[in-house]
Nanobody
Framework: QVQLVESGGGLVQTGGSLNLTCAAS??????????MAWFRQAPGKDREFVAA????????YYTDSVKGRFTISRDNYKKVLYLQMTRLKPEETAVYYC?????????????????WGQGTQVTVSS
């Protein structure tokens, strides 16, 4: 099983950068065998896929709107998932969540995940 805790959110001006982290506590199953992803949810909006990473296969996938600006990465030894965000836009203001699935692969639908962190607020001022 795995428990997830996000951190690193805050207030940033349009065009600025933030680095998010998702710290995992696991028992039994190795963290590297979990499919991981970042989602975000703005008030009144559906939860939106941002980026995903299969640690077992070491592959990544991004939604088109963040390609070239966001980078998902991981450290299996430290059991931490990262999201580096640059050139942030006001419409990207949201609560950002990390999610885990105990299978190897790439998943980009919220319904595919049932393990979630509590979220961290990112606010991009205009």
């Amino acid at each position: 099983q795995v428990q997830l805790v996000e951190s690193g959110g805050g207030l940033v001006q349009t065009g600025g950068s933030l680095n998010l982290t998702c710290a995992a506590s696991t028992s039994g199953r190795a963290f590297g065998s979990y499919a991981m992803a970042w989602f975000r949810q703005a008030p009144g909006k559906d939860r939106e896929f941002v980026a995903a990473m299969s640690w077992g296969l070491d592959t990544t996938y991004y939604t088109d709107s963040v390609k070239g600006r966001f980078t998902i990465s991981r450290d299996n030894y430290k059991k931490v998932l990262y999201l580096q965000m640059t050139r942030l836009k006001p419409e990207e203001t949201a609560v950002y969540y990390c999610a885990a699935r105990p299978t190897i692969g790439i998943f980009k639908t919220a319904a595919d995940f049932d393990i979630w962190g509590q979220g961290t607020q990112v606010t991009v001022s205009s």
